[in-house]
C-alpha cells in the first residue's frame, strides 16, 4: 500500500508559479516511478510529468516542456512539480500517482496504481 498527500496548489495570475509536492508512505518510495498528473472539467485526466524511481529520467508532455520541472526527493519520500510560466489552459486538478509494479519512467494512466486525492490549480488571465 501506498499513501499520497498533494499540496501546494491554489489560485495564481498567468506568467506565475507554483510548486507541487506529493509526500509518499507505505512501500519503499525509491523502489517506483512516480508521476503528476492533471484532470480539467469534461476532459480525461492526461499525464504531464513523469519521473523514473532514481529521478534520471523524466517525461513532460509537450504542452508544458520548458515550464514545469518534476523531481523527486527519495530521502525524504516527496515527489514534487515545479511549475512556472503558468497560462490559463493549465488550469485543472493535478494528482499524483506511483507506479509500484515499475521503476521505469511510465506516462500511461493505466500504469499508475496508487493516485493522491488531488489539489486544485488555478490560473487566471
Known amino acids: 500500500q501506498v499513501q499520497l498527500v498533494e499540496s501546494g496548489g491554489g489560485l495564481v495570475q498567468a506568467g506565475g508559479s507554483l510548486r507541487l509536492s506529493c509526500a509518499a508512505s507505505?512501500?519503499?518510495?525509491?523502489?517506483?516511478?512516480m508521476g503528476w498528473f492533471r484532470q480539467a472539467p469534461g476532459q480525461e485526466r492526461e499525464a504531464v510529468a513523469a519521473?523514473?524511481?532514481?529521478?534520471?529520467?523524466?517525461y513532460y508532455a509537450d504542452s508544458v516542456k520548458g515550464r514545469f520541472t518534476i523531481s523527486r526527493d527519495n530521502a525524504k519520500n516527496t515527489e514534487f512539480l515545479q511549475m512556472n510560466s503558468l497560462k490559463p489552459e493549465d488550469t485543472a486538478v493535478y494528482y499524483c500517482?506511483?507506479?509500484?509494479?515499475?521503476?521505469?519512467?511510465?506516462?500511461?494512466?493505466?500504469?499508475?496504481?496508487?493516485w493522491g486525492q488531488g489539489t486544485q490549480v488555478t490560473v487566471s488571465s
Open positions: 500517482a506511483a507506479s509500484t509494479r515499475y521503476a521505469t519512467l511510465r506516462t500511461r494512466t493505466s500504469d499508475y496504481d496508487y
Open positions: 507505505g512501500r519503499t518510495f525509491s523502489s517506483y516511478a
Open positions: 519521473i523514473s524511481w532514481s529521478g534520471g529520467r523524466t
